[in-house]
């Protein structure tokens, strides 16, 4: 069964749990296990990225491991379906940190014994008016290093410590290419970043449109960001009461954590933490990206936009042991308007 056959029988089906997964690298997938739970109001997903390349076996051991780590959830979920063959349906134990957001979806990349990097996506949309939207990516970082999930009784990992990583995150205008020879490629609107963090040095950033002309949309603040109340031309206000509250100061040092954007693209922001000593605990990194778009359909759906993010996680055993750089990225398509779905952007292939 391919990804689209597999997401076109979750989506046409009844509400219950779903998995695919790989036996070997033969088979063409763009993942290695894809866990779905479908409910009455939402569909959960979980995703399993291999990195190193290790055989059949192994591949199907770290498969096991990641469905060990989803069953708890499964279980403790609150999903399951009454003898009656009535719906699933969904207590509010369900564990999730973005309640009020349009899509969401958690990745496990895993590289072999030395760790693996959990990251979980979530959309939040604002409708400002009937000319713009607003947007927040927010990805939850844990960078998990060998020594703690050996010592967590999770098999298959060393005794690495933590000693470095980043996140870069960007989000760029989505395209269609499915039927690109016969109709042209179709597009998506052009996303316009206003703001990201955590960072170093927060201060109040103002939101000014870049599809209204003259217009401020509102402020970015070092505890959240607001919508309400702002003038703009011709003496009108936006039509939106909107207020968003979050931590743009970095409170740690330890690690050391420095954000910036990239200096040959300032779409890209980037957040690097760094370790005065190897250590043996996950790192959790939340990062967050703003962007504003048109509220009007081009060629795709309204919310149709391209996530890219890259990772490095670099661990250590110390004493006669070199630290190990491992490397990852994902490439998505996200549809938060009429479709809420997360997966492999492709090339356009979506």
């Known amino acids: 069964m391919s990804d689209n056959e597999f997401r076109n029988l979750v989506i046409n089906g009844s509400c219950k749990i779903y998995l695919i997964y790989r036996t ?17 109001d939402k569909t959960y997903s979980y995703e399993f990225i291999e990195k190193e390349k290790i055989d059949s076996i192994n591949l199907l051991n ?22 009656n063959n009535a719906p699933m349906v969904l207590t509010a134990s369900t564990p999730t940190t973005f309640i009020d957001c349009v899509v969401e979806k958690e990745y496990v990349m895993r590289f072999g014994d030395k760790g693996y990097i959990v990251y979980h996506i979530a959309v939040s949309r604002y409708t400002v008016d009937s ?17 703690v999930a050996k010592n967590n009784n999770e098999t298959g990992y060393d005794t690495y410590k933590n000693q470095e990583g980043y996140v870069h995150m960007t989000v760029e205008q989505a395209y269609d290419a499915n039927e690109e020879y016969y109709y042209g490629r179709r597009w998506g609107n052009v996303p316009y970043k206003k703001d990201y963090w955590p960072v170093n040095d927060p201060g109040v950033v103002t939101i000014s449109s870049s599809i209204q002309a003259g217009v401020n949309l509102g402020y970015s603040f070092e505890n959240g960001f607001s919508l309400d109340n702002i003038s703009v031309s011709q003496n009108k206000n936006i039509g939106a009461n909107i207020s968003f509250g979050y931590s743009k100061s970095i409170t740690r040092s ?14 890209i922001c ?7 000593k190897d250590t043996s605990e996950t790192n959790h990194l939340s990062t967050n990206y703003m962007f504003e778009i048109s509220n009007s359909r081009n060629g795709m759906f309204i919310g149709d936009f391209r996530l890219k993010l890259d990772y490095k996680f670099v ?10 750089t491992q490397t990852g990225s994902a ?16 090339s356009g292939m979506i």
């Open 62 to 83: 770290g498969i096991s491991s990641f469905i060990e780590k989803y069953a708890k959830i499964i279980n403790n979920s609150g999903c399951y379906e009454l003898e």
């Open 315 to 324: 661990v250590d055993k110390g004493w006669l042991w070199q630290s190990q």
């Open 131 to 147: 000319k713009c939207i607003i947007f927040i990516v927010t990805v939850n970082n844990a960078f998990v290093p060998g020594i």
């Open 331 to 346: 490439d998505l398509i996200v549809r938060a308007g009429e479709l809420q779905e997360i997966y492999e952007f492709c």
């Open 254 to 267: 330890e690690p050391a954590l420095s954000v910036q954007v990239n200096s040959s693209n300032t779409n």
């Open 24 to 40: 070997n690298r033969q088979i063409d997938l763009p993942y290695d296990a894809l866990l779905k739970i479908k409910t009455q």
């Open 270 to 276: 980037e957040w690097y933490y760094t370790y005065a």
